[in-house]
Antibody, heavy 123, light 105 residues
Framework: EVQLAESGGGLVQPGGSLRLSCAASGFTFSDYWLSWVRQAPGKGLEWVANIKQDGSEKYYVDSVKGRFTISRDNAKNSLYLQMNSLRAEDTAVYYC????????????????WGQGTLVTVSS | SYELTQPPSVSVSPGQTASITCSGDKLGDKYACWYQQRPGQSPVLVIYQDTKRPSGIPERFSGSNSGNTATLTISGTQAMDEADYYCQAWDSSVVFGGGTKLTVL
C-alpha cells in the first residue's frame, strides 16, 4: 500500500525557516517524480515544487523561488522541503504527492497524496 | 501563465447527474485530471488523462475533454459525493483550477 506521511509543520514567525519531511513507503521511491502542493486555509490547491527521480531537475512556483528548496533522499525514501524567509502568505497545509509524468504526451497527475502538515506563519 | 477556470459551486439532487466544467485555452490539446477533496481530507484522484478512472473509483465518475473545456460527470450522484473538485493540467508546470464545491441536496 502506497503511503506518504508529512511532518515538520508548525508555527513560525515571519522571516523564519522550517523543514518539511515526507516519508514514503509501499512503492519504489526512486522511480517517481515527487511534488509539494499547498492549500491555504479555505482556499484551493497550489502546486509548489517538483523534483525528478534522481533529483537532477527541480521546479518551483514563482512565489517560492529563491526561498524554498525541494530535495530527496532515495536511500531513505524521503522527500523534503526547506522553507526560508517565510511569509504570512505561505500559511497553508502542505501535501506531499507522488506524480505520474509522461513527457511525450504531456500528461501529469498526482496519484497519491499524504495527509498534509500545517504551516502557520505568524508573529 | 496558463489558467484553468471552474465554477465556484454546482448543486445537484441525489440520483441526478452532476457536471463540473474546467475551461482553459486549448485545454483539449492537453491532458486533464480531476481530484475530489472531502472536508478535512486530502485530495483523491478520480479521473486522469481525461477519461481514465483509477482503481477503486466508482464507475459513476467519468471525464471528457475537448476544445477549451474538460468536464467531470458524476452519474447517479450520492450524498457521499459532496466535496470540492479540482481540475489540473500540465502546461510547462502543474496548473490547478480554482475548485468547485459540489452540493448534493
Amino acid at each position: 500500500e502506497v503511503q506518504l506521511a508529512e511532518s515538520g509543520g508548525g508555527l513560525v514567525q515571519p522571516g523564519g525557516s522550517l523543514r518539511l519531511s515526507c516519508a514514503a513507503s509501499g512503492f519504489t521511491f526512486s522511480d517517481y517524480w515527487l511534488s509539494w502542493v499547498r492549500q491555504a486555509p479555505g482556499k484551493g490547491l497550489e502546486w509548489v515544487a517538483n523534483i525528478k527521480q534522481d533529483g537532477s531537475e527541480k521546479y518551483y512556483v514563482d512565489s517560492v523561488k529563491g526561498r524554498f528548496t525541494i530535495s530527496r533522499d532515495n536511500a531513505k525514501n524521503s522527500l523534503y522541503l526547506q522553507m526560508n524567509s517565510l511569509r504570512a502568505e505561505d500559511t497553508a497545509v502542505y501535501y506531499c504527492a507522488r506524480a505520474r509524468y509522461y513527457f511525450a504526451s504531456g500528461a501529469w497527475y498526482f496519484d497519491y497524496w499524504g495527509q498534509g502538515t500545517l504551516v502557520t506563519v505568524s508573529s | 501563465s496558463y489558467e484553468l477556470t471552474q465554477p465556484p459551486s454546482v448543486s445537484v439532487s441525489p440520483g441526478q447527474t452532476a457536471s463540473i466544467t474546467c475551461s482553459g485555452d486549448k485545454l483539449g490539446d492537453k491532458y486533464a485530471c480531476w481530484y475530489q477533496q472531502r472536508p478535512g481530507q486530502s485530495p483523491v484522484l478520480v479521473i486522469y488523462q481525461d477519461t481514465k478512472r483509477p482503481s477503486g473509483i466508482p464507475e459513476r465518475f467519468s471525464g471528457s475533454n475537448s476544445g477549451n473545456t474538460a468536464t467531470l460527470t458524476i452519474s447517479g450522484t450520492q450524498a457521499m459525493d459532496e466535496a470540492d473538485y479540482y481540475c489540473q493540467a500540465w502546461d510547462s508546470s502543474v496548473v490547478f483550477g480554482g475548485g468547485t464545491k459540489l452540493t448534493v441536496l
